[in-house]
């Protein structure tokens, strides 16, 4: 049983949510298309509460975290008064409630109402339910959509549906900017510290080629690689091929070496999975 990364860790307290995990992720992937409409929600509802460590510790992700800073340093340069944002995935809002004092109007997407639940949105938020593939915006409305740990959570048969919504959501010029695990150094879900391969509400890691030939098939007319340093302090927009050499590279590697070089911070930080698609 794999134990990687789990020093000072409760690995029993991880084993029941992997076990969790593993039972909803087991529905989702034999469920039918139609089924995973209703069963996202459902699911995700069901995992909240039945893990309720994890919607908490979500919960406390504020505005003043070192995550939501982050993410605004990347989102910044993206922005203008008068944008329309809209975040898929929101997790506890946390995000969006930041980007709602910078832009016009923010959206915030989820199956789950159990975890973003809150009080005190702003008056130019809005929290809209889906079945977790359908993105139930006007055409053309966005200007900058974002995700952040939302891909890999969708059954790869819904991932090109999803991002085909995203595409028509997006105003023409628009950018969706997409954040997700590279498969390579994985799994990056609870399943890391018991298996060698993503068993839990990771459905599915991709690459960056992965990932932005979807974009493309999908309608995206532009697809770049985002390089970030630490704490996202600087970033660099390059080609995306650029980061396909790099993933051809190392997987080119026998194993062993592979997996000593991609357990690097710095290595995951350049491979880590950052698209920018362009309407």
């Known amino acids: 049983m794999k134990n990687k990364g789990a020093k000072n860790i409760d690995l029993e307290t991880l084993r029941q949510e992997y076990v969790i995990e593993k039972e909803i992720a087991e529905r989702l992937r034999s469920a039918g298309k139609e089924q995973r409409r209703v069963l996202y929600r459902q699911l995700y509802d069901e995992f909240y509460q039945r893990v309720p460590a994890f919607a908490v510790g979500t919960r406390k992700s504020d505005s003043g975290s070192r995550g939501i800073i982050r993410q605004m340093r990347i ?10 944002f809209m975040e898929v995935g929101p997790g506890s809002c946390a995000l969006s409630f930041e980007v709602a004092k910078r832009v016009k109007t923010v959206y915030a997407v989820d199956v789950s109402e159990e975890i973003a639940l809150r009080p005190d949105n702003p008056e130019n938020f ?11 915006l006007p055409e053309n409305s966005i200007d900058v959509a974002y995700s952040n740990q939302l891909m890999e959570h969708l059954h790869p048969e819904d991932a090109f549906d999803q991002l085909k919504d995203i595409h028509k959501a997006v105003a023409p010029g628009g950018v969706y900017i997409c954040i997700t695990p590279n498969r390579i150094y994985g799994p990056s879900d609870v399943s890391k510290y018991f298996d060698e391969t993503a068993t839990g509400l990771h459905l599915k890691e991709y690459t960056c080629r992965e990932l932005s030939e979807l974009m493309i098939r ?19 927009l390059v080609p995306v091929r650029f980061m396909k050499g790099i993933e051809d590279c190392i997987m080119q ?25 362009t309407k």
């Open 253 to 277: 590697l026998w194993e062993k070496q592979r997996k000593r070089i991609v357990s690097k911070r710095k290595i995951k930080r350049i491979l880590n999975v950052k698209l920018v698609a």
């Open 218 to 236: 999908a309608g995206f007319t532009r697809v770049q690689a985002m390089i970030t340093t630490k704490n996202m302090r600087a970033r660099l």
């Open 75 to 84: 989102l910044k340069p993206f922005l203008k008064q008068d944008s329309v």
């Open 126 to 136: 809005h929290l809209i339910i889906s079945n977790g593939i359908d993105i139930p």
